[in-house]
């Protein structure tokens, strides 16, 4: 039941935050538009936040949690103590270095991530601008990942969970209350940012205190813990970031397409990470550190057993999340986004990004599950090898698909880029699971072929529920109708999927951990 407990935590400190991400991305296209300034300013707040998953949740928490879980399994909680204390200088040393060479870089840096941007002076310059204010957020959440890591190791998820909810809430206020006093609005997105991140900080230091684990920093790179946690860290930088260096990869192609491209596939990738952060999000936060206890007390049938659980509760949510998300897509994004300067062209370039993207909602899940199965036995090599299969695969897909819109002449681009980073996802989660059957980590035993049948009747009773329900939506239909019409749809397809999964046999005791 702690599992559970654990993950419904996490799982509504997240929705929390998603529902005020999406309130937060209504504002902010709402008075910023699909347009030239907020392109811009995602691309600047996408590196500093595609390194902060890379370094900061990423790669970090990964290699950190697990050797913290063997400290405090098999140590004293002084010698857990020196570690934090050193593992808290050596981080803050490196990642403040990193920022200042940012700040520095900044030009260089933007023309690597946005090399189409420099064909236009102006937006180049911003671009610029906005990259060197929101870079020390880079550094908050360096910080702010270390207390998490620690406070998840100790059973504690609340706080961490509820930070992200802080990026949003600024953001809000700066869109609706900031931007009138700025010479140029758009870097009222900027300040706020680096707010979030220093409040994001603030706010895990009175827990931190509380279990003594607020210790002061000491720099000791020699630090036997702080050397297994480097070597760790190391190949996982790229394993765990496979996304986001997929992400990096499609801004680059975006840069070069038309206005707007950008925003659509933020907009639509923001829909895909509602579900990927209330399940798969929740559950590899939760299991990483319980998967870290089994090993270090040496349990392979506790460990297997919660593997096998939370894979069935990825693809209990994740296949019908992915096919709700796919026949939604343009009641979603018409009934949020569309307002202001959100344009009904920017609604339908939108949803055909959701629709490409929603195939590969479930694979990200089963990443989130399987992912932590290497790191808990600190293996981070397995991740960086299938990691560069998924990256060659995504650069070959966005060749083959962005060659085949031109061939039939296509003007939706940036839908190639969005059919490449699911492909990318399914054989990124493919090959873990591969390598997690064929090492016998983790395999799905027989009672996984009466579970597949029961899902498979019911997705597809789900299917034709919304099926029928779309025939009744009325797209000219007033702001609230629409409203009540998606909630309606969203309802009728969960009740459908709901019923029929249990009249297949399926009970809620067979997701006990």
Aim: with cysteine; proline share 4%.
């Amino acid at each position: 039941m702690a599992l559970w407990r654990s993950t419904v935590i996490v799982s509504t400190m997240t929705m929390l935050s998603r529902v005020l991400g999406l309130v937060r991305d209504i504002v902010l296209l709402n008075v910023f538009g699909a347009g030239k300034d907020f392109d811009t300013f995602v691309v600047a707040f996408r590196i500093p936040n595609f390194f902060r998953r890379l370094f900061a949740e990423g790669a970090f928490s990964q290699a950190f949690i697990p050797v913290l879980t063997e400290y405090k399994t098999s140590r004293t909680h002084a010698e857990v103590q020196i570690l934090i204390s050193r593992v808290f200088g050596c981080l803050t040393t490196v990642m403040s270095l990193l920022t200042l060479f940012a700040m520095i870089a900044a030009p260089v840096i933007i023309y690597v991530y946005a090399p189409g941007f420099h064909d236009d002076p102006a937006k180049f310059a911003l671009a610029s601008d906005l990259f060197r204010l929101t870079i020390p957020y880079l550094l908050f959440m360096s910080l702010t990942a270390f207390a998490s890591s620690i406070l998840n190791s100790y059973g504690s998820f609340t706080t961490p969970a509820f930070a992200p909810v802080l990026l949003n809430a600024a953001m809000i206020a700066g869109a609706l209350w900031l931007t009138p006093y700025m010479d140029t609005p758009i870097m009222a997105l900027g300040w706020s940012v680096v707010a979030a991140g220093f409040f994001q900080l603030a706010i895990q230091i009175p827990e931190l205190w509380r279990k003594k684990l607020l210790i002061p920093p000491k720099i000791d790179f020699k630090h036997e813990g702080v050397d297994r946690i480097m070597k760790l860290m190391l190949p996982a930088l790229f394993g765990v970031s496979v996304t986001q260096i997929n992400l990096l990869l499609n801004t680059i192609w975006a840069s070069y397409m038309q206005d707007g491209s950008v925003s659509w596939l933020y907009s639509a990738e923001r829909m895909t990470e509602l579900p990927l952060g209330l399940i798969g999000v929740a559950i590899g936060t939760v299991i990483l550190p319980s998967l870290s206890e089994r090993i270090a007390e040496q349990d392979q049938s506790k460990f297997r057993g919660m593997m096998d659980w939370a894979a069935k509760v990825i693809i209990l949510v994740g296949v019908p999340a992915s096919i709700a998300l796919f026949m939604l897509s343009t009641p979603i994004i018409h009934t949020l986004f569309e307002r202001g300067a959100f344009t009904a062209e920017d609604t339908y370039m939108t949803a055909l990004a959701l629709q490409c993207m929603s195939a590969g909602v479930i694979s990200f899940m089963l990443i989130k599950v399987f992912a932590p199965g290497f790191y808990a036995r600190q293996d981070t090599k397995t991740p960086v090898r299938v990691g560069l299969m998924a990256v060659a695969a995504n650069a070959i897909l966005n060749v083959v698909f962005i060659g085949l819109f031109k061939l039939i002449d296509w003007n939706a681009e940036h839908m190639a880029l969005a059919l490449a980073s699911s492909g990318s996802a399914l054989v990124n989660a493919g090959m873990l699971y591969f390598y997690l059957h064929k090492r016998d980590i983790f395999r799905f035993g027989a009672h996984w072929k009466k579970l597949l049948v029961q899902f498979a009747i019911a997705n597809a009773a789900m299917v034709a529920a919304l099926w029928y329900g779309l025939t009744l939506y009325s797209g000219d239909a007033s702001q609230w109708t629409r409203i009540v019409e998606l909630l309606g749809l969203c309802i009728v397809g969960a009740v459908a999927y709901g019923v029929v999964l249990i009249a297949t046999g399926f009970r809620p005791r067979h997701l006990k951990p």
